[in-house]
């Protein structure tokens, strides 16, 4: 898998989750052929919302997920199997290259910091959303 940029995507993040970020999953996976995406989240839920799409459901699980009104530093201490915390983790052991999270900006950014680690050189971690 080498030549695949392998993604861990946070199903649980976002006010519409697991439902589009699923199909956001999909619409990728369907226009880059070297793209390999770790699906992280509840299995029962991911495996459901993928059932309804054309695409390999069998990825990873978690039994937690972090809300958007939890605090950020707490949540990442105490949540330990959360998408969140499970995909960061995926990162730091280098089983991926990227996150992709539509939820906690706070929990990403503490998660960010606390479990992958900063770049050498960098002070203060960046928050560079997309806004439409």
């Known amino acids: ?14 006010d519409n989750a697991p439902e ?18 770790y699906a992280v989240g509840k299995e029962d839920v991911v495996k459901q919302e993928f059932a ?4 390999d459901t069998s990825r990873l699980d ?10 950020p530093v707490m949540a990442i201490r105490k949540k330990k199997d959360s998408s969140i915390v499970k995909a960061m983790n995926m990162v730091k052991d280098k089983t991926c ?16 910091q606390v479990i992958v680690g900063r770049i050498k050189g960098v002070e203060r971690p960046p928050l560079a959303p997309v806004i439409p």
């Not at 898998?1 to 976002?14: C, E, F, N, T």
């Not at 978690?62 to 605090?71: D, H, Q």
């Open 1 to 14: 898998m080498a030549d695949y940029v392998k993604v861990a995507l946070d199903i649980m993040g976002g």
């Open 20 to 37: 589009e970020i699923v199909k956001g999953a999909v619409l990728a996976l369907n226009e880059k052929d070297n793209l390999y995406i």
């Open 97 to 112: 290259d990227a996150v992709v999270s539509a939820g906690s900006s706070g929990a990403i950014l503490v998660g960010g």
């Open 52 to 55: 309804k799409h054309t695409y």
């Open 62 to 71: 978690a039994t937690e997920v972090i809300e958007t009104s939890e605090p």
